[in-house]
C-alpha cells in the first residue's frame, strides 16, 4: 500500500466514482497490490524472514510503500 | 576523440535506437550496452533509455535495477560518471537510489503521450550544460506512471540544492508534485527526466530539436573533465 | 474400458469405435460437415481431429461464407508490379523501392473486446503484429479503426476506454508508435463495438519469410509463452457466434490475457533468428493455435508434420491434449528450422529469455501425425484441416427495405434559413462524437517510438520513414463509412477505398496496395449476404480502376445482436509510397496569406452526410456518387503538387464535407480562414456536401499561378475559396466563428463523454 | 486477484526474477490488487453486503477476477 502521506490517485478515482454508482458511506479508498507466493515447502521463521527481506527490497518501494507479510496455510484456503 | 556514450537495451527497452540516433546527430558515438553484461565497455557515459523494461511489471524500474549492468552503472555513478535516465531510465535511478523520490501512476490514470513545454532550471548538471538557466524547451512526454513523489523534506532539499532540473509548463500533466520533471543527484552528474529529449532531435520527427542540447552537453562535459 | 478416466481417445480407437457419439454441434459443426470430416478420414475423428476440424473450420478461420466472393480479389486484381507477396499469405508485400518491401494488414478483434474490452483490444494488436512479423518483417506502426455504440450510453463508457487504454497498453508496450485510425459512434455497433487493428512492417526484399513446412527432417519449434486455457473454443464460440439477446455469449471459455512484454521479446528474437536465416518457415500462433500452425505449414508445405504435443509447455498441467490443440493463448509462434541450426536458434531464444521447445519434425510423408504420451491421436491430411474446409454458397437477396431507404431523399430535410442558423449546425456538427477531435484517445497512444513517424493523427495519414539515409518512407490511411454502405453497400466500399486512397495522396505519397476488414452481421441472413456479396464486388472493381490489388485482410461476420445487424461497415486500408518524406504535407493552415483553393466538385450531396446525421438524426438517400477516374486524377494533382512545393497544407474533404477540413486544418495551425462561397453555389452546401474526390489545399501565393495551371491543364476543377487569415473562420455574408470558440466546440466533446 | 486459469503475466515476470535475485523456493507468484476501504460508521451485514456488491460488479472484474472481502476493525490496524 502507499504510505499514508502520498497521493493515491487510483484510490481517489475509486472513491470518487461509488456516489455515482450508487454506493455512500465511504470515507476513503486506497489502492494497493497483493501478492500471493506459495512457497515449496513449510513456511517457517527463517522463510519468514526472507520473504519480508524480499518484500522490503523488491516487491515494495519502501521509498513510498509500507507493506505486510502474511502466512495462509494452503488447506484452510479461502478461494 | 569522441565522447563514447554507452545507451543499455533491457528486456522491454523501447526508445535505444532513439537515444543513439540522438548521440549521433550530437557528434559523439553511440555504444551499445546489454543488460546482462557487467561491462560498460569504456564508455564515457550512459544513458538508460525510455520503454518498459520487464514490461513495467511490478514497479518500472524495478525489476531492471537488479539487472549486472546496473551493479557496474551504481558504482560508477557514484565515482562520477555521467548518467541519463529517460522516462523508464529515470524510474530506473530512482529504485535503485542514485535520484530521490519515485515515480507513481499520473493523477488522470491515463498514459499521455503529448509535446510538452519545461523550463530548464538548472543549466549546471553534466546533461544541461549546452542549456541555459531559464529555457523554455518543448519535447514529447510519454508515459503511464510520471508523477513525480518524495517526502515534504526530501523535497525542499531538492529545491534548495537546486537539485530539480526540469520542471513542467503549461500545466502539470501527471500530478507531479512541484511540477517536477527531472531531478539531479547532489554531484550533477546523474539526471533522470520523464519527457523524451532524444524525441526531439531532428525536426522531420520531432516537434522541435529542442532535446539535442542534452546530447551535446554531456560531450562537452566529458571534454571538460579530461582537460581539468 | 472400465475403471479407468476417460481414455485417451487414439486413432486406433477410434477406428474401433465408429458408432461412439461426438458433440460435433456443441463445436459449431453442421451434420454436413461432420459427415465429410468422416468421409475424408475413412472413420470417425478422434477428438483431438474434431476439435480441430471444428476450430479450423469455424467461420473464422475457414472463411467458408466469404470465401466465393473473396475470389474477386485475386480474380480482378490489376497488374501491379508493386506486389511480391499477395492474398493467402499471413499479409501481402508490396515492393515499395531501393530493395524494400512493405507489409501490411487490419484484422479484426470484435467480439472479444466486447466481453473484455481491454484484453480484447489488446489481444487484437498482439495478433496483427504478429503476422506482420512472421512474413520477416520488423513491425514499424499500428493502426486501430474502431466504432462503438451511441457515444452516450452507458455501456459505451465501459467498452470505449478499456478498448483505447487495451490498445494503448500493448502497443506502447511494445514500442510501435500508433499512426492513425478511426473512432466512429453509431447506435448499430451497440453490442457489437467494432475493433480492428492494422499493423505495418518494413523489411528487405530477401528476408520475405513464407508459411510453410518442407525439408524431411526439419525441426518444427513452439517459441515464445507457455500454452494455458486461454480462449479455449474461443475461435468457434467468441468468433463466430451471434450473442444472445443479453448480449452473454453461449460459452465463456477463459479470456486471453496479452502480455505486451512476452511479445516484444518475441518479436526481437524472431528478428535476430530471420537474421541468421535460422528459420526455413514460420507461422504466427493467433485464432486456433497449435491446430491452425501446424495444419497451416503442413499443408502449405511439401510434406508431412509429426508434432509430440508431451514436448508442449504448459502453463496449466491439467490441459488435455484437445485443449492444447485448441488454445489461443498469446505471443507463440512456430518455426521451421534445419536440424543443424535448432541449437544456434534455441540460444538466440535463450538470450532473449524465451522458452523454446522442439515439438515434432516435417516428415516425408503427407499426414499431420500428432501424439501424446506416445499415443497417436492425429492422422490427418493436413490440407483438409486448413485450405480445403467447407466453402458456402449462401444465398443472398436485396432487402426488402433498401428501396425506401433510398427513396428517402435527404433533400427534404429543413436546412438552415439564415447565417445565424447555418453558423449554430456549424458548431453542432464539429462538436458531434463523430466530427469532434479523437485527441483525448489518441493522446494515449505513444506516437513518437522509434523515432521515424513523420506523421501521425490527426493528420489524413500515418507517414513512417523507412530509411534514414534516403528518406524514402510509406503512408497509411483507413477509411470506412458504414453509413454509406447501408445506403448502398457497392458504392459504400468504393467510397471507402476512394477516402483511403485520397487520404494517402493528401499527405504526398502514391497510393500502392490495399488491405480491408470486412465486418458485416450474420452470413445467415440473405440480406446481409447482399450486403457482402455488394461490398466485394465495388471493393474489386475499384481496385481494379485505381490500380491498388488487395494484398489481404479479414472477415468479421455476426456482428449483430438478435436479428439487427450492424451497417455493413468495410474498412478499408491505404499504403502509399513517398521517395522523399522531407517533401510531405501537412494538413495545418500555418501561413496567413496563403491561398485556399478546393480541389474537384461539389454537388448536393446528403445521403448518409454528417449534416443528416447530426442535425436531423436522418439516414437516407443514396451516398455521394463515386468517380474513380477523378480520385486518380486529384491524388496526381496532389502528389504531383507536394513533390514540386506547390501547395503547403492539404486536407481531404469527406464526412463533414468542408467546413470540417477546415476547421481541423485551422485548428491544427493555430490560425482562421476568410472563405467565399464560390459562384453557383448556396454557403449550406458549400459548407456540408459530402461529394466525394475532393480536397482542399493551401498554395503559398508564389506557387499560385504554377499550381493552377497544373490544374487547367489537367482538367482538375480548382475553386479559390479563401485564404488562411485572422484567428477565426470566417464565411463571407454568413458568420464568424473565433478559433477559440471553434476548438472549444470541436475539442470538448470527447473528454466530456469519457474523461 | 486474477482467476486461476487466466494468465498472470505481472506476477510471473517477478517470480522469473526472483532466482536471479537470490530468493530460491517460490513455487508460484500471482499479483492482484488489494483496496482499503474506510467506510463510515460500523460494518453491519448491511454495509457489508454493499461492499461485497460493489466488489462484484465495480472493484473486481468478474470476467476474468475473483475477489475476498475481510473486515478489519481499525483499533486492531495492522500498519
Ligand atoms: N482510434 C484512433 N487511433 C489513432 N488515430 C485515430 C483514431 N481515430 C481517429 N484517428 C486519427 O484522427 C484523424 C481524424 O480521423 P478521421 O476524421 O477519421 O479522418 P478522415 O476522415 O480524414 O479519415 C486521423 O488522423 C485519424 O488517423
Ligand atoms: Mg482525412
Redesign the pocket.
Known amino acids: 500500500m502507499l504510505k499514508p502521506e502520498i497521493l493515491d490517485p487510483q484510490g481517489q478515482a475509486v472513491q470518487r466514482a461509488l456516489p455515482r454508482l450508487g454506493f455512500d458511506g465511504v470515507r476513503d479508498v486506497r489502492q494497493g497490490k497483493r501478492f500471493e507466493l506459495e512457497m515449496d515447502g513449510p513456511v517457517d521463521d527463517t522463510v519468514l524472514d526472507r520473504v519480508r527481506e524480499m518484500a522490503r527490497t523488491f516487491l515494495a518501494n519502501t521509498v513510498i510503500e509500507d507493506f505486510d507479510v502474511r502466512v495462509e496455510v494452503t488447506e484452510e484456503e479461502s478461494r | 576523440m569522441t565522447t563514447r556514450v554507452g545507451v543499455v537495451t533491457f528486456p522491454g527497452s523501447l526508445d535505444e535506437r532513439d537515444a543513439q540516433r540522438a548521440v549521433k546527430l550530437a557528434g559523439a558515438e553511440p555504444v551499445a550496452l546489454w543488460h546482462g553484461d557487467k561491462s560498460l565497455r569504456q564508455v564515457d557515459a550512459v544513458i538508460l533509455p525510455g520503454g518498459f523494461s520487464y514490461g513495467d511489471y511490478l514497479r518500472c524500474g524495478a525489476i531492471a535495477r537488479f539487472s549486472p549492468v546496473m551493479e557496474t552503472i551504481i558504482e560508477e555513478a557514484r565515482a562520477g560518471l555521467p548518467v541519463l535516465g529517460i522516462c523508464n531510465g529515470f524510474q530506473m535511478l530512482c529504485e535503485s537510489h542514485l535520484l530521490p523520490g519515485a515515480l507513481t501512476r499520473n493523477d488522470h490514470l491515463h498514459f499521455i503521450c503529448r509535446d510538452q513545454r519545461l523550463r530548464v532550471e538548472n543549466a549546471d548538471t553534466a546533461w544541461t550544460r549546452d542549456y541555459a538557466e531559464g529555457d523554455e524547451i518543448t519535447v514529447p512526454l510519454k508515459n503511464g506512471e510520471g508523477g513525480y513523489v518524495a517526502d515534504e523534506r526530501t523535497l525542499d532539499e531538492l529545491e534548495a540544492e537546486g537539485r530539480v532540473v526540469f520542471r513542467y509548463l503549461g500545466g502539470n500533466p501527471n500530478g507531479s508534485r512541484r511540477d517536477i520533471a527531472g531531478v539531479t543527484n547532489a554531484a550533477g552528474n546523474v539526471v533522470g527526466l520523464m519527457p523524451h529529449p532524444e524525441h526531439a532531435v531532428e525536426a522531420l520527427t520531432g516537434p522541435t530539436t529542442d532535446g539535442l542540447a542534452f546530447f551535446t552537453s554531456v560531450t562537452t562535459s566529458v571534454l571538460r573533465k579530461l582537460v581539468a | 474400458m472400465p475403471g479407468t478416466s476417460p481414455a485417451l481417445d487414439t486413432v486406433k480407437h477410434a477406428a474401433s469405435t465408429p458408432q461412439t457419439a461426438q458433440p460435433w454441434a456443441e463445436l459449431g459443426l453442421k451434420q454436413d460437415e461432420y459427415e465429410r470430416i468422416r468421409e475424408i478420414l475413412g472413420r470417425r475423428p478422434t477428438g483431438a481431429e474434431l476439435a480441430m476440424y471444428s476450430v479450423m473450420w469455424s467461420e473464422h478461420c475457414s472463411y467458408k461464407s466469404s470465401k466465393v466472393h473473396l475470389r474477386q480479389f485475386g480474380e480482378k486484381a490489376p497488374a501491379s508490379d508493386a506486389l511480391l507477396v499477395g492474398i493467402g499469405e499471413n499479409a501481402g508485400v508490396v515492393d515499395v523501392g531501393q530493395g524494400y518491401a512493405v507489409t501490411f494488414k487490419v484484422e479484426s478483434h470484435n467480439h472479444p473486446s466486447y466481453i473484455e474490452p481491454y484484453q480484447g483490444a489488446a489481444t487484437g494488436i498482439g495478433g496483427i503484429v504478429r503476422d506482420i512479423l512472421a512474413m520477416g518483417a520488423r513491425p514499424v506502426a499500428v493502426?486501430?479503426?474502431?466504432r462503438f455504440g451511441a457515444a452516450d450510453h452507458p455501456d459505451t463508457r465501459r467498452v470505449l476506454p478499456g478498448v483505447?487504454a487495451g490498445?494503448g497498453g500493448y502497443g506502447n508496450c511494445l514500442g510501435l508508435p500508433?499512426?492513425?485510425?478511426?473512432?466512429?459512434f453509431d447506435p448499430c455497433y451497440q453490442g457489437n463495438p467494432l475493433v480492428n487493428a492494422l499493423c505495418v512492417g518494413v523489411m528487405r526484399h530477401e528476408d520475405i519469410h513464407l508459411a510453410k513446412a518442407s525439408g524431411t527432417g526439419n525441426k518444427v519449434i513452439l517459441y515464445g509463452a507457455r500454452t494455458g486455457g486461454d480462449g479455449i473454443g474461443g475461435v468457434s464460440v467468441l468468433a463466430s457466434e451471434t450473442f444472445d439477446d443479453d448480449g452473454k455469449p453461449a460459452k465463456r471459455p477463459a479470456v486471453q490475457v496479452g502480455d505486451p512484454f512476452q511479445e516484444k521479446l518475441l518479436i526481437e528474437c524472431t528478428l535476430e533468428v530471420f537474421a541468421e536465416k535460422l528459420v526455413a518457415g514460420i507461422q504466427d500462433l493467433g485464432g486456433a493455435g497449435l491446430s491452425c500452425a501446424t495444419s497451416e505449414l503442413a499443408s502449405a508445405g511439401s510434406g508431412g508434420m509429426r508434432v509430440d504435443l508431451d514436448a508442449v509447455p504448459l502453463r496449466d498441467s491439467s490441459l488435455s491434449p484437445e485443449e492444447i490443440l485448441m488454445s489461443e493463448s498469446q505471443e507463440r509462434m512456430c518455426a521451421v528450422v534445419e536440424p543443424d541450426k535448432v541449437d544456434r536458434f534455441l540460444e538466440i531464444c535463450a538470450k532473449w529469455d524465451v522458452i523454446a521447445t522442439v515439438i515434432g519434425e516435417v516428415t516425408d510423408g503427407d499426414r499431420l501425425e500428432i501424439f501424446w504420451h506416445g499415443e497417436q491421436i492425429v492422422d490427418v491430411p493436413p490440407r483438409t484441416v486448413a485450405h480445403e474446409g467447407p466453402v458456402y454458397e449462401r444465398p443472398y437477396a436485396r432487402p426488402a427495405w433498401q428501396d425506401a431507404l433510398q427513396a428517402d431523399d435527404p433533400a427534404r430535410l429543413p436546412r438552415p434559413a439564415d447565417g445565424d442558423a447555418l453558423r449554430a449546425q456549424v458548431l453542432q456538427v464539429v462538436a458531434s462524437p463523430n466530427?469532434a477531435a479523437?485527441t483525448w484517445?489518441?493522446a494515449q497512444?505513444d506516437r513518437y517510438v522509434l523515432g521515424n513517424t513523420v506523421l501521425?493523427?490527426?493528420?489524413?495519414?500515418?507517414m513512417i520513414r523507412v530509411d534514414e539515409e534516403t528518406n524514402l518512407g510509406v503512408a497509411i490511411?483507413?477509411?470506412g463509412n458504414g453509413r454509406y454502405a447501408k445506403l448502398d453497400p457497392y458504392a459504400g466500399a468504393q467510397l471507402a477505398l476512394a477516402?483511403?486512397y485520397r487520404?494517402v495522396a493528401a499527405t504526398g505519397a502514391r497510393p500502392l496496395a490495399v488491405t480491408d476488414c470486412l465486418n458485416f452481421g450474420s452470413p445467415e441472413d440473405p440480406a446481409v449476404m447482399w450486403q457482402f456479396a455488394e461490398t466485394t464486388r465495388g471493393l474489386a472493381d475499384a481496385c481494379r480502376t485505381l490500380g491498388t490489388p488487395v494484398t489481404g485482410g479479414n472477415v468479421s461476420l455476426y456482428n449483430q445482436t438478435g436479428d439487427t445487424a450492424i451497417h455493413p461497415t468495410p474498412v478499408v486500408g491505404v499504403l502509399g509510397v513517398i521517395d522523399d518524406v522531407t517533401r510531405r504535407t501537412p494538413m495545418a493552415f500555418a501561413e496567413e496569406g496563403q491561398l485556399l483553393y478546393l480541389l474537384g466538385d461539389t454537388a448536393e450531396e446528403f445521403g448518409g452526410s454528417a449534416w443528416s446525421q447530426v442535425v436531423h438524426g436522418h439516414l437516407g438517400g443514396l451516398p455521394p456518387r463515386v468517380d474513380l477516374e477523378r480520385e486518380r486524377l486529384l491524388a496526381e494533382i496532389l502528389i504531383a503538387a507536394s513533390r514540386d512545393g506547390m501547395i503547403d497544407a492539404a486536407?481531404?474533404l469527406?464526412?463533414g464535407g468542408l467546413i470540417q477540413a477546415v476547421t481541423?486544418s485551422c485548428l491544427r495551425g493555430g490560425k482562421g480562414a476568410r472563405l467565399v462561397v464560390p459562384d453557383g453555389l448556396d454557403a449550406f452546401t458549400f459548407l456540408f456536401s459530402e461529394s466525394a474526390g475532393r480536397a482542399i489545399v493551401a498554395v503559398p501565393r508564389g506557387e499560385e499561378v504554377r499550381f493552377t495551371d497544373m490544374c487547367r491543364a489537367r482538367a482538375l476543377p480548382a475553386t479559390r475559396v479563401g485564404v488562411i487569415d485572422g484567428d477565426a473562420v470566417e464565411v463571407q455574408d454568413a458568420f464568424t466563428i473565433g478559433l477559440a470558440e471553434l476548438r472549444e466546440a470541436h475539442e470538448r466533446t470527447l473528454p466530456g463523454l469519457f474523461a
Open positions: 493502426m486501430d479503426p474502431l483505447v490498445i500508433n499512426i492513425g485510425g478511426e473512432v466512429v466530427q479523437k484517445i489518441t497512444y501521425a493523427q490527426p493528420e489524413d495519414s500515418g490511411a483507413t477509411d477516402e483511403s487520404n486536407h481531404d469527406s464526412d481541423e
